[in-house]
């Protein structure tokens, strides 16, 4: 089947916090644009594509059975999601026993804390971090230390090992979270990235709860790598947290899940996990899984990374071509992408807040850096049809970073 990335879906008024809520008062939305300028929602981490067709016959051929009563999840279910890891993420090995539903990727991660550390304690993060991790690791009175991602001489992000390293001693870390691919950074570990990582970690004593729910979305032929993959200790010590709602656009549907090899270890989860009486499946979110992790999905997939691999592309090259005083990174896994305005904030003698509400005015919806610890950066979401991507580039050329239109 083929499928339309091109074609605007029209989500107002259906459910989607990417264009409804923009203007709310009291929220961290963009604010509306002004008159004459439509909105282009580049802040909410979803996509502005219509799913995989197998998705939505999933759910209605389920909804057509007139009983929706107490339910376990189905041998189809756990097969679509070990096949899945077969074939996307090369490993074998993985059974039923080791995945365990969660909610969220961020509950999931809650959990894993509770099992590691006890609150006041201080958890190892890199830095520009999740908003989400903030708001969970510190909601949950945990404390955040940040080891600060750097960019090398070619703009690439990369790990300070020596800095993880001197932070988990010095601040008695034995818990840290893990991100690959990273967001907001875009950056693909290579396994040898990730194993010098688990190294520091093993080193110290630390167990390592990883966010991979990025692992499908890769672009330009990157490869991903499990965290769990790269050792015997890491398939021991490293809890991976997955979800198809990234992939496929079903953050709405709710339900993630984990790989969890070390029984002990995934029986104390489990059972932080079910004393939260929230943390139960929906039958559709089931459904829709397996109808993602198909191959009609995998075939929906295939044909939409090439889209956002196009869109990463043009965005990167026009940044550098054409915004003087902001760098970016060239996206290698994720949709989203940081844009650097540091520079450029200096010469205009600007704040973050002016620039973002320049180009709020114009409908460009970017979002705020100061959330994920990047202070005078702005995070894009790319999945979009590319027309969209041109039509808020050439905005951001003319009415903000160039002003010829005056801001």
């Known amino acids: 089947m083929q499928y339309d990335f091109e074609t605007l879906l029209d989500r107002r008024g259906m459910d989607a916090m990417a264009v409804d809520a923009v203007g709310m008062p009291g929220g961290f939305a963009p604010s509306a644009p002004k008159e004459g300028f439509d909105f282009i929602p580049m802040w909410v981490a979803d996509m502005n594509f219509p799913t995989a067709r197998s998705i939505q016959d999933a759910i209605i051929r389920r909804a057509e059975h007139p009983a929706f009563g107490y339910f376990s ?19 074998d090995g993985l059974t039923r026993e080791a995945i365990g539903y969660e909610n969220g990727v961020l509950g999931g991660i809650v ?11 201080n958890v190892l993060l890199h830095s520009p971090t999740y908003v989400g991790f903030t708001h969970a690791v510190e909601g949950n009175g945990y404390h955040i230390v940040h080891s600060p991602l750097v960019r090398d001489e070619d ?54 709860p990883a966010d991979e729910i990025w692992s499908d979305l890769i672009m330009n032929g990157h490869h991903y790598t499990p965290v769990q993959s790269v050792s015997d200790w890491a398939r021991e010590h490293v809890l991976a947290f997955y979800a198809p709602s990234k992939t496929f656009n079903l953050a709405g549907l709710i339900g993630s899940y984990h790989v969890i090899y070390n029984r002990p270890v995934r029986e104390r989860v489990e059972g932080i996990s079910a004393k939260l009486v929230y943390n139960s499946m929906n039958v559709f979110s ?56 540091t520079e450029w904030l200096k010469v205009h003698d600007k704040t973050i807040g002016e620039l973002l509400k320049a180009g709020w005015d114009v409908g460009v919806g970017w979002q705020d850096g100061r959330q994920f610890a990047a ?9 979009s049809p590319h027309s969209q991507i041109v039509k808020a580039f050439e905005r951001m050329d003319r009415y903000v970073f160039n002003m010829t239109g005056g801001v």
Request: charge should be negative; hydrophobic fraction near 40%.
């Open 73 to 91: 999840p189905s041998k189809e279910y756990y097969r679509a999601i070990i096949e899945w890891h077969r074939k996307r993420k090369g490993v």
């Open 111 to 121: 959990s894993a804390l509770k099992v590691f550390a006890a609150p006041g304690d």
């Open 155 to 208: 703009g690439v992000w990369r790990m300070d090992y020596a800095d993880m390293d001197r932070k988990i001693r010095e601040n008695h870390i034995h818990v840290a979270i893990f991100c690959n691919p990273h967001n907001p950074c875009g950056r693909v570990w290579s396994r040898d990235e990730i194993s010098r990582a688990m190294e520091v970690y093993q080193k110290n004593d630390v167990w390592v």
């Open 286 to 341: 089931e459904h829709a899984l397996i109808g993602a992790y198909s191959d009609e999905g995998e075939d929906w997939l295939n044909q939409l990374l090439p889209v956002l691999s196009e869109n990463v592309n043009y965005a990167a090259d026009f940044v550098r071509d054409h915004f003087e005083g902001v760098t970016t990174f060239r996206t290698e896994g994720t949709y989203m992408m940081l844009l650097d305005c």
């Open 375 to 383: 202070p005078t950066s702005i995070r894009l979401n790319l999945a």
